[in-house]
């Protein structure tokens, strides 16, 4: 029994001398490989000029490009510009770079990216880029044993996006994102797609930092410039995009359509109450100035109408119309009281005479041929002669009231325009939206991948 236990503690003893030895095998490892490294990179770097491009005088370098778009947006329409944050991915070989070790690929830091030579990348389009350095610059460096070089970067960029404005806010736009090489041409320095044209530019699933635009798609391609230093390769990538019309809808469309019809209650109204009438005019015609001049603020200042400046425009042409409009009937309403009270002031003046004529006349009689009547004959024929007289007064004022009765009447331009303006406002309407929604819009340089 004894024999056993003793055997027992050899074998743990044993095993723990194992252990140990074998993590001081692993980390003497370690250390050995590290000073392998070390000693590849220091005899990689002794007299490597980074000043010389890979192949100069051989061969033509050949870059290799891929983008992972992070976020896109947001797009400004006044600056026409927008900002895209990205994983920028160049790829190159250097044989300058080769080496034989215990790994194919060295992960190293970005610091030795300013030791080797790296392609002077620049974008043709961009206003402002930014190369993210917190904590630390966001750089990554891979070396593979053929000497490929793997160099990423992460960038927030400020590109141009040229818009055509037209159809706004129907519109849609091609954003370009345009990089080659500043300072080699074709002849020195060539740009291609890492995994070809479709599937080099590829964009996150929430990438999206847009609230008026859909991004639909992107396209990248390829084209050459000529300048009085030679043939240079640009790398294209376009970025498809197509505004959201709610906001507009709700901000410009529908004030705007309320408006006219609130124009058009003021047919409704009789044409005498002038003070309405004339309030709904001039205070509809006030609301679509406002209108136009707010939805312009957030457009640049194109010198060609859009489509919400036509129909803000038509809109404004029937608001006005019907403000002519009531100035039209009104016109012609006070002509038409001037022509009745003319005509009832000829048909008054005889009628006043009468009167006076008929109390004359009895009195004269009454004087003359009897004189022996008493005072209560006398009362009693001027009492009925005034009842007479009172009779013929009110019956002139009653015809002179008759003419005032058609005042109030409808105006036959009124009940014109009550039919004539809906009608040509709803198909106006059908035909805007009709031309607008079905038609596609233009995208001025858009191109399809190569």
Request: overall charge positive; aromatic content about 12%; charged content about 20%.
């Amino acid at each position: 029994m004894a024999r056993l236990v003793l055997y027992f503690l050899l074998l743990e003893g044993c095993q723990d001398s194992f252990c140990l030895s074998s993590s001081e095998a692993q980390k003497e490892a370690a250390a050995n490989d590290s000073t392998v490294f070390t000693r590849i990179l220091d005899g990689l770097l002794d007299g490597y000029d980074n000043r010389l491009r890979p192949g100069l005088g051989e061969n033509v370098t050949e870059i290799k490009t891929n983008i992972f778009v992070t976020s896109f947006g947001p797009v400004s329409d006044t600056e026409m510009e927008y900002t895209i944050d990205v994983f920028f991915r160049q790829s190159w070989k250097d044989e300058r770079l080769c080496f034989k070790g215990p790994m194919e690929m060295l992960p190293l830091n970005n610091l030795l990216a300013s030791n080797i030579w790296t392609p002077d990348t620049f974008f043709l389009n961009g206003k402002k880029s930014i190369a993210h350095n917190m904590t630390t610059p966001n750089k990554l460096l891979r070396l593979k044993d053929d000497g490929t070089l793997l160099y990423t970067m992460r960038l927030t960029i400020s590109a141009e996006c040229p818009m055509q404005l037209e159809d706004f806010p129907m519109d849609a736009h091609a954003c370009p994102l345009k990089f080659g090489s500043y300072a080699y041409p074709v002849s020195e320095v060539v740009y291609t797609w890492t995994q070809g044209a479709a599937k080099s530019v590829v964009v996150a699933e929430e990438g999206s930092r847009l609230n008026q635009y859909h991004l639909v798609g992107q396209t990248a391609g390829t084209e050459d410039i000529h300048t009085s230093r030679g043939q240079y390769t640009v790398m294209m990538a376009h970025f498809y995009l197509k505004r959201k019309i709610g906001y507009f809808v709700i901000q410009t469309y529908m004030p705007c359509f309320m408006t006219v019809i609130l124009s058009q209650v003021s047919f409704w109204l009789n044409r005498e109450s002038v003070p309405a009438r004339t309030v709904f005019g001039v205070t509809t015609v006030l609301t679509m100035t406002t209108l136009s001049i707010s939805a312009r603020n957030s457009l640049p200042k194109v010198a060609y109408a859009t489509a919400m400046d036509w129909f803000i425009a038509v809109c404004y042409a029937f608001v006005f119309s019907a403000l002519i409009e009531f100035a039209t009937v009104n016109y012609f309403t006070k002509r038409s009281w001037a022509w009745d009270g003319k005509k009832a002031m000829e048909a008054q003046h005889p009628k006043k005479r009468d009167p006076m004529v008929l109390s004359k006349k009895p009195n004269n009689v009454c004087s003359a041929g009897v004189n022996y009547t008493t005072n209560l004959t006398k009362d009693v024929a001027i009492s009925t002669i005034s009842n007479t007289t009172s009779v013929q007064l009110r019956g002139s004022e009653t015809k002179m009231v008759d003419p005032k009765k058609t005042y109030n009447s409808v105006s036959k331009i009124d009940k014109m325009s009550r039919i004539v303006f809906p009608v040509l406002f709803g198909t106006f309407n059908l035909v805007y939206w009709a031309t607008y929604l079905n038609r596609e819009p233009v995208v001025k340089g858009a191109v399809t991948s190569t």
